[in-house]
DNA sequence: CATAAATGTGTAATCGGTTACATACCGAGC
DNA sequence: GCTCGGTATGTAACCGATTACACATTTATG
């Protein structure tokens, strides 16, 4: 590896010098700059980052902690995250940490360990973190103190349950994701609020976890109640392709004996069969925007947009029935 | 952020004892040790890996090249990874690189500046790599000069002939990937030596990329020549389930009118309507292997195995007819 | 009991950058 | 001619760890 100091000694200046010229901060004459970038490129020189880094208490990097990379909404967030990054010439550190606290708490150890400049965190809260570098919440967390960008999931109940009512449903099982996820609790609300309004009868079924493995089980123990319901609202579209497995298992028929609906539209929700209708959510949008509001914050911007509010759409596909009008 | 020196001044001792006592290098009183921890402790002391890093010249991460983060394949190789590496005590940086050569350098570059101990790759090579640190391919390069975990991908393409032929087809189109991943030429190779021995119709047909990104305009592309074809080898599960999708559209009747075989088996090829038969990899396995291997490279081993071969299976599902016998 | 070996500890160099500070030169303004 | 501000550059301190080396003390050995 080459170092500075050779860089220096080819280009018959300082270490300062060299450091001046490539940071363009303070006086560099040009003939020095010039002899510099030649050396430079002569040597192939690549600053070292940690010594940097270890300086500067801080690096170019910014962490992003996701729930499970198994589940295909999450990269599409990623990649939103990625490119806007990879723009400002920051790499992403991503961290898969599977609802498990402890392999979050070692991730963000790790964070700090290498003077992250930021975070980006998929996850209602991000514990335990003692530093003080800005932190952007994506998807969740919309009314926490924390900086968000958030998809409004309570309108997104809502128009998952419109779409159903307006495709004749009349006995809704709405799956509400596990507790503690705030996500989880709006969508549903939104749901029963339009449930409620318009005298459809339903029923709101807890579950456990969001993570993909569990999925199977959950829909399974699901189906076990669906003779008693024309219409699922799930919780998500992994949940949603799971369930439409089952029924496809048990000789149920989609739509005709059930009515399905998911949530995020990932995009394998296209090659279900019949195809999956959704509300979708604006993931790599919110990827990106993060990114940029986090980018803001490293900067020290102050003037920015707290928590910002996206809407969801929904996708039109087959899982419902033809409407009778 | 408590520093070394901090810890030394609580426990009355030299930052040199301090390290020391926390690496169990050289020589530590057990009075000293036991002051040290409690200082540890009372001031939630954790070592700047930055600046280890910078004098060790490693770190407790390792890089992980993956080339298409929306393919649900790579993230159970990912998973396997990540667990092993967990388990050692460090941390995975996963890059996204996409097929994009710059990328893909960027990161590289990156890795390097960040005195990176090791390198798990699923790409053909990588290139311009000059420092000197173990490298493993994962999935493909299983011929080259690199160490590797591969799955016999020519076995897998005689397999998936093998099947299809076992259930009944007679004129056979085979998707090639594009021609520089070896991985598609292997599995091509091997279905095609099946399918001319036995003396079946068939077809080769070159796609120009492995991106998911893609696979929509190439599944079009296929449709337009299926008519003549009763069964298709797809490259992967991704572009089977997307010619799925398409067939849908055009009322092609699967597996009667069109029969399909995927490969990789990815998580969302159990959710499609026929479920997807397909040549299932041991991605997870593959990654754990990898990263296992990685480590013994790290630690200095030098009587490993280098190139290991893994076998696929056969996972039965619904997009083959019943066989008739 | 003398000496060698083992144990314990601190000082300072080191890793590769950035930057505060000192210094020197130059041209402009009085 | 002298002073002042702008330009240019080098020396050395610093970031937070590890470790070579020197030195002191304790323990083992003959």
């Known amino acids: 590896m080459t170092t500075i100091k050779d860089v220096a000694k080819e280009a018959k200046v300082s270490v300062a010098t060299v450091s001046r010229a490539l940071n363009n901060s303070g006086y560099v004459s040009e003939k020095s700059r010039l002899r510099i970038m030649k050396a430079v490129k002569k040597l192939n020189y690549k600053p070292n980052e940690v010594a940097r880094s270890l300086y500067q208490k801080t690096s170019k990097i910014i962490g992003l902690l ?29 961290a898969n940490v599977e609802g498990d606290q402890e392999k979050e708490n070692r991730y963000i150890d790790f964070f700090a ?18 530093g003080n570098i800005p932190i952007v919440l994506l998807d969740r967390g919309g ?11 309570f309108k997104g109940g809502q128009m998952a349950a419109e779409k159903v009512i307006d495709h004749g449903a009349k006995n809704v099982l709405v799956m509400v994701g596990p507790r503690s996820e705030y996500v989880a609790l709006d969508r ?14 339903y029923k709101l079924i807890e579950t456990e976890t969001f993570q993909t493995n569990a999925a199977e089980y959950t829909a399974q123990k699901i189906i076990e109640e669906i003779s008693n319901f024309d219409t699922v609202i799930a919780s998500n579209d992994v949940y949603a392709l799971e369930i439409m497995k089952e029924c496809l298992k048990q000789g149920i028929s989609i739509p005709n004996d059930l009515q399905v609906i998911g949530y995020d539209n990932i995009p394998f929700s296209q090659y279900s069969n019949p195809a999956l209708t959704t509300i979708e959510q604006p993931a790599y949008q919110m990827g990106y925007k993060g990114a940029q509001l986090l980018f803001d914050l490293i900067k020290g911007k102050t003037d920015v947009e707290k928590n910002t509010l996206l809407v969801p759409t929904v996708i039109d596909r087959n899982t419902l029935k033809e409407r009778s009008d």
């Open 188 to 201: 549903s609300k939104g749901a029963s609020s339009v449930l409620e309004k318009s005298g459809v009868n």
């Open 143 to 153: 009314k926490s103190d924390y900086y968000s960008i958030t998809v409004d999931h």
């Open 66 to 94: 996701i729930p499970d990379i198994a589940n295909p909404f999450f990269p599409l967030i990623a990649r939103g995250v990625e490119d806007y990054a990879m723009e400002k010439g920051y790499m992403v550190l991503l």
């Open 113 to 130: 360990q290498y003077n992250i400049s930021g975070i980006l965190s998929v996850s209602n809260e991000v514990k335990r973190f003692d």
